[in-house]
C-alpha cells in the first residue's frame, strides 16, 4: 500500500494500511533522506508498538543509522532529546514517535521529526514518502541490537528533568506545587508514569487515572472523554481548588480542569488551547516578558481574536497543524502559540533559549500551574475571556468515500457556498482530515442560533452526499 504522509506523520489501521513492511521502508527512506544520522524513538502503548519499533530501525540500520530506542514515552521527548543528544554530543539526531496520538488502539501512526527534532517541511515529507514508496525490499523482522537499560533510564530522566526546567527557577526549587491536588487522566497511554512522575517532583499530590494500561489506549478516557478529572478531583477535596490534566495517547495534547473554592461546579471550568494562549500572555507579561503576538491556527475561537486585540497583541493565524504553528513563531519571535485542540508550543519556556518544537502536554499544565502561583487564582479565572459561538462537528466517512473527492462535489461546494452567506459575520471551515477518514466542519459565529443552524445544515447535506 502506498505510503502518504497526512497532518502529522503516517497512520492507518494497524495490520491492513501499516505493517511492519511500511515501518522497515520508512525508516530505510527517512535514513538515506537524512543521511544515517541516528535516531531517538518513543512509542505510545499499543500492543503492537515494538513490533513496527523493530521494523523501522531494521530499516535504519539498512543504511547504517543507529536507533535509540526508548521504550513508551511522551512524542515530544523524541523532539526534545533529539534536540538535546545533538547539542550534548556534537552531531545531529532526528527522532520518531510510534503514535496514533488521540486514534482508537487499531490505529498506528509513525511520526517523523527532523535533525535536532524539528518538524518536516512538506517537502521533505515529500521526500520520504517518495523514496519509501520505491523500497520494494523487505527481509522480515531481524534482531536490532537493543538499547541499553542504563541509557534508557538516564534519557527518560533527562525528558523529565528537560520539562522541569520550564518551571521558574524559584518555583522549582521551592516545590511550589506541594499540597496540590492534581488528577492526571493519562489515557492509557505513553505519559502514564513521565506525567505523575514530573508533578510529584514539583510536590503535586498526585492522582493518576487510566494510566494501569489496563484498558486499550484512549478507550472512553483521555481527550476523547474527559470527564474523569473533574469527578475525580471533586471526590479528593470537595472544598478545595484543585487541577486536573487530561491528556492524549501520546501526551501532546492537554485539555485541563481547573476548579476553585466550591462544593459544586460553578466555579470550575474546562481549558483547552485557546485558553492556553490565553493565560500564557498573561504569565508572559506578569514575568517581564513581552508579547507582541501569538500564533494560532483557523480553528481558534472568533473571540480569541477580540481578546488579543483587546490586549494590544497581534494574533497571527496559520494553516491547521502545529508545524506551521512554530514556523509563526520562529518566524516572528513570538513566544507562544498554539491549535484548540490543546497542541501548544512555548518558545522561550526551555531554560529560555530553546524552542518546545512540538506541543507537550505536561509542559503546558506546568505553564498554568505557574500562572496560578505567580497571579494567585486558579487558571480558570485566569483565562477570563469572552467565547463566542464555535461549533465543530466531525462526519465520519464510510469506506472507499475520500473527503477530497466528497468534498469537491458541486453539490457540496453549494452547501458550503449557502452556509458561508448565511454566517456572514462569522467563518465556515470545511477539511478533510489529515489523520482520520473524517470531514470536519467548524462554524464561528457572534449569534449562536444562525451558528448552529448553519451547522446542522451543512452537516446534513454533506451526510447526504456522502450516503450516511
Not at 145 to 169: C, F, H, K, M, N
Amino acid at each position: 500500500m502506498a505510503i502518504k504522509f497526512g497532518t502529522d506523520g503516517v497512520r492507518g489501521e494497524w495490520g491492513s494500511e501499516i505493517t511492519p513492511e511500511t515501518g522497515y521502508r520508512l525508516g530505510a527512506a527517512a535514513s538515506e533522506v537524512f543521511g544515517g544520522k541516528p535516531w531517538v524513538m518513543v512509542q505510545d502503548t499499543r500492543d503492537f508498538n515494538p513490533e513496527l519499533a523493530e521494523a523501522f530501525a531494521l530499516g535504519a540500520k539498512s543504511q547504517d543509522a543507529d536507533t535509540i530506542n526508548l521504550g513508551v514515552l511522551p512524542t515530544p521527548a523524541a523532539a526534545l532529546l533529539a534536540g538535546r543528544l545533538s547539542h550534548i554530543r556534537g552531531k545531529e539526531y532526528v527522532a520518531v514517535s510510534l503514535s496514533a496520538s488521540h486514534n482508537a488502539a487499531h490505529d498506528a501512526g509513525i511520526k517523523v521529526f527532523g535533525p535536532r527534532g524539528n518538524k518536516l517541511d512538506d517537502e521533505t515529507n515529500r521526500q520520504i514518502s517518495d523514496r519509501a514508496n520505491e523500497i520494494d525490499i523487505w527481509p522480515g523482522l531481524g534482531r536490532v541490537t537493543p538499547t541499553s537499560q542504563g541509557q534508557v533510564d538516564d534519557l527518560r530522566y533527562r525528558y523529565a528533568q528537560i520539562v522541569l526546567s520550564t518551571v521558574e527557577p524559584e518555583l522549582r526549587q521551592g516545590r511550589f506545587l506541594r499540597g496540590k491536588n492534581v488528577v492526571i487522566d493519562a489515557a492509557q497511554g505513553a505519559a502514564h508514569w513521565s506525567a505523575p512522575y514530573i508533578l510529584e517532583q514539583l510536590g503535586a499530590k498526585v492522582l493518576a487515572i487510566n494510566s494501569d494500561l489496563s484498558q486499550p489506549i484512549n478507550a472512553g478516557c483521555g481527550v476523547e472523554a474527559p470527564t474523569g478529572v473533574s469527578l475525580q478531583l471533586y471526590d479528593i477535596n470537595p472544598d478545595g481548588a484543585g487541577y486536573g490534566m487530561t491528556l492524549d495517547g501520546d501526551a501532546d495534547r492537554l485539555l485541563a480542569y481547573s476548579t476553585g473554592y466550591t462544593r459544586n461546579h460553578s466555579d470550575s471550568r474546562f481549558l483547552d488551547g485557546d485558553d492556553s494562549l490565553v493565560i500564557a500572555t498573561q504569565l508572559l507579561r506578569a514575568t517581564g516578558r513581552q508579547v507582541p503576538g501569538v500564533a494560532a491556527t483557523a480553528y481558534s475561537n472568533l473571540g480569541l481574536s477580540d481578546y488579543m486585540q483587546e490586549q494590544g497583541i497581534e494574533l497571527l493565524e496559520t494553516d491547521n497543524g502545529d508545524r506551521y504553528i512554530l514556523e509563526a513563531l520562529r518566524g516572528n519571535r513570538y513566544p507562544v502559540g498554539g491549535e484548540q485542540s490543546g497542541h501548544t508550543i512555548y518558545a522561550d519556556a526551555l531554560d529560555r533559549r530553546q524552542l518546545t518544537l512540538t506541543g507537550d502536554g505536561t509542559i503546558t499544565a506546568l505553564q498554568h500551574l505557574q500562572a496560578e502561583a505567580i497571579l494567585g487564582k486558579p487558571a480558570h479565572r485566569i483565562a477570563d475571556w469572552v467565547k463566542l459561538p464555535h461549533i465543530q462537528e466531525n462526519i465520519r466517512l464510510p469506506k472507499g468515500v475520500s473527503a477530497k473527492d466528497l468534498l469537491s462535489q458541486p453539490n457540496v461546494l453549494r452547501a458550503i457556498e449557502l452556509a458561508r452567506n448565511d454566517n456572514q459575520d462569522g467563518v465556515v471551515h470545511v477539511r478533510g482530515s489529515g489523520t482520520e477518514p473524517v470531514v470536519r466542519v467548524l462554524i464561528k459565529g457572534r449569534q449562536e442560533t444562525v451558528a448552529r443552524r448553519t451547522a446542522d445544515e451543512l452537516q446534513e447535506r454533506i451526510m447526504e452526499a456522502a450516503a450516511l
